[in-house]
């Protein structure tokens, strides 16, 4: 693992940390894609988008119900545990997640922002209420219209969410201290957060902490490589 100096948390009045794939893999999650990833391009483009959705909304609940299994059934890793202890401690911290698997609400954090939804959620495909929570894994319809129900997710070619992406818009321009954890940074628009930060907040420190050396261009991003799970839970410094 690579040395680091402990970041003294109350140095920050802002703290937000995007989190990516990276960081429930010691969970047993794999991510969808990218080497280990669980789904092939073809897989994404039958089962994972908004044509796939319309067209068969049952093969897209289909596909994605081992993700909703298995995420009620693994546990957070140290890493998610350290980043819930970090909010206990300094309230003023929010977590920006690229995951579905709700594993950081799991291990206590309630400032989560979750740009691509979650699993643990369903919604009518007419819209006719709001998500809810929902654990069955059986494909069924709306108990409300009878319309297919669809996972509360963001799929591919679908849009993000305005308000939880606003929200986001807001922190970026605060925050005092940027972390990003366990994502590659490929993925718009999440991959722009470390240029948003970097470009219009200048008293913000940007520390990534992923397990191979990013490419950034501001050398103001001071990275960390190794597993989050095992540097999370040593970075933090609370007196
Ligand atoms: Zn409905």
Request: proline share 6%; with cysteine; charged share 25%.
């Amino acid at each position: 693992m690579a040395e680091f100096e402990p970041i003294r948390v109350k140095d920050y009045p802002m703290i937000a940390v995007l989190t990516g794939a990276g960081i429930s893999v010691a969970s047993g999650i794999a991510p969808f894609r990218g080497p280990g990833g669980t789904w092939t391009e073809k897989d994404i483009e039958e089962c994972a988008t908004a044509r796939a959705l319309k067209k068969n909304p049952q093969k897209v609940w289909d596909a994605f119900s081992f993700v909703r299994e298995k995420s009620n059934k693994v546990d957070p890793n140290p890493a998610h545990k350290a980043l819930a202890e970090l909010e206990a401690k300094h309230p003023n911290t929010y977590i920006i997640t690229q995951n579905i698997d709700g594993l950081h609400q799991k291990a206590g954090s309630r400032n989560v922002l979750e740009m691509h939804g979650s699993i643990h959620r369903s919604q009518c495909t007419k819209y006719c209420s709001d998500p809810f929570d929902d654990t069955k894994k059986e494909f069924w319809k709306c108990p409300k219209c009878g319309a297919p129900l669809r996972y509360d997710i963001v799929l591919f070619e679908e849009s993000l969410d305005y308000n939880v992406m606003r929200k986001i818009d807001e922190i970026l321009n605060e925050l005092d201290l940027f972390m990003v954890v366990g994502t590659s940074n490929l993925v718009y628009p999440a991959a722009g957060f470390v240029d948003l930060v970097s470009r219009y907040n200048s008293k913000a420190r940007i520390v990534i902490v992923n397990l191979e050396k990013l490419h950034f261009t501001d050398p103001r991003c001071e990275q960390i490589n190794g597993k989050a799970e095992e540097i999370l839970p040593k970075l933090f410094k609370y007196d």
